[in-house]
């Protein structure tokens, strides 16, 4: 039997802590896909901060009445209808403090009328897009992290959306390791 | 140096042990689409309870046998033969003890016999859809987990169909956040 | 208050080290399609060893060197410019010690010159294919690990391709579960 350091306490919780952060961060990211293919629209609305923004081309929405507009407009309503999927690949979170960033890319599918291969109707994919996500933590929200920006961008060659996904390479950087003191604990 | 509480080394175990419940379950589900798509029927079954079911309209299988033997049918096996990629997105995952369960969204891409544009075979998205796991706690399992039952339906607009997604927000807000008092230690 | 026995800390460092490691090779998949898809040649070559290898069917790539220019390419410039997505699925990790290996499915989508359905030009699937990682610690590296061999093959009913995906289960086999003992800790 042995007394555990005190700090070696501090950095074991630190770090179990900072795998919860990653983990209720890319399930609030993997929820919004299935919420939002659903139409729930007080649940997607609710993924960002009171003061969040859902900035995505053609479309800038401020605050959670907004988002919840968006989801309830025609626009997507017809989408849900026809059958539609918002496929998020796995995110790259880097959380600092009570702040976090992730990128991930983002398909759009939606159901096709016709039937032009004759043995089933399937999905085109309607859009490809780079998405960063700005968070910051809010221990009162049941997720633990709320979105305080959200920016997607089509992937058609333009600086505007490579852009985002180059954060990709920021965000990794600045936290995929600990220190190497903390490690060896 | 300083002794550890008796409740904070019990909370910190418990988390951990959440986030390896968690870990095994997203293993287990990302595992589904590369074994499928390799038929390999006795590892897809067996990622299922020894009384599982797996229903997908217009398919019941009740148990490994029926899993099993769906994975070698002439129509898996012809989706195989021709390329085929059963994609899952990120689950979003919900632990209660010893039982949890999992939303995702899938795809089913299958590879082109003709060649439309003329610079590419490719790929077309032959299905969309939604996808609901309860899963329960099997030590002996090499998973750690088994599937009781996967609910999938086709994203067609369906109440149905949306119903399965919707219930990312009942996963959510169900597991998202530990008490305070737990994260706090 | 009670001390807490050395096997029981031995252990819970390493289960959480374990977490780690999961979260920090997922984390250099997940990077890869936001950075290849950035023409981030730098970070992509970043993420293979020194000596590491870049296997996709008709392209060998040996050292960072070759990787770099894959990335800098006409033919990968143009996908670029014309916009595309490298979408990965979840990977199925298994460490063992200072190796590890990964499994996952990959799409490459490629956003369409026409616009044959009239009300949006929309992306194709150009391939699908089966993803095969070998890794080793590198603690130098700012991602805890380094590719040594990837592995990419078209899903075609090949049994080349299939086989890739068929490591999902030896994967997983290997290392979903810690001995029971470690886990009762």
Known sequence: MTNIADDVLADLLARVRRLEDERDIARLIASYGPLVDAGEADAVSGLWADDGVYDVEGWLMRGRADIHAMVES???????GRGCVHF??????????GVASAVCETILL?????SPDGHSRGFTVQRGGATHFELRRADVSMHGWEVVR???RLLDG??????????????????????DADRRA
């Not at 025609?74 to 849900?80: E, F, K, M, Y």
């Not at 998020?88 to 403090?97: D, L, M, T």
């Not at 939606?110 to 016709?114: L, P, S, T, W, Y």
């Open 110 to 114: 939606v159901r096709r009328d016709d």
């Open 150 to 152: 959200r920016t997607t």
């Open 74 to 80: 025609p626009q997507h309503q017809g989408l849900i």
């Open 158 to 179: 333009s600086a505007e959306s490579t852009e985002l996904l180059s954060r990709a390479r920021l965000s990794g950087g600045a936290t995929a390791r600990e220190p």
């Open 88 to 97: 998020h690949s796995p995110a790259v979170i880097a959380v600092n403090g």
